[in-house]
Nanobody
Framework: QVQLVESGGGSVQAGGSLRLSCGAS????????MAWFRQAIEKEREFVAG???????YYGDSVKGRFTISRDNVKNTVYLQMNSLKPEDTAAYYC???????????????WGQGTQVTVSS
């Protein structure tokens, strides 16, 4: 009943920035916790950042200090601002949502289709 659509991916040089957006439609709710995951080719899925329904933020160790997650409840949108990008950030980025924080980090119930981010040296 809730659909997520990511946008903002693309190709960028190392050191550059990108801003990803995740728009929610359908039966949306401010009670959902939101997160960004990424998965590079032939690598495991990795938690990137999360934001609770109350606005608390969480980050994976590899992106702390470089990425910022935020949400705009009026627009039903969550953002991921990515600065100081590195080649190792190259991956497909997915937006996810769930009603519980525990399930959000392990196996979220709602996923977007993904958007590709490619960082070159």
């Amino acid at each position: 009943q809730v659909q997520l659509v990511e946008s903002g991916g693309g190709s960028v040089q190392a050191g550059g920035s990108l801003r990803l957006s995740c728009g929610a439609s359908g039966r949306t709710s401010n009670s959902y916790h939101m997160a960004w995951f990424r998965q590079a080719i032939e690598k495991e899925r990795e938690f990137v950042a999360g934001i609770s329904s109350g606005g608390s933020t969480y980050y994976g160790d590899s992106v702390k200090g470089r990425f910022t997650i935020s949400r705009d409840n009026v627009k039903n949108t969550v953002y991921l601002q990515m600065n100081s990008l590195k080649p190792e950030d190259t991956a497909a980025y997915y937006c996810a949502a769930d009603i519980t924080m525990q399930r959000l980090r392990a196996s979220p119930r709602i996923w977007g289709q993904g958007t590709q981010v490619t960082v070159s040296s």
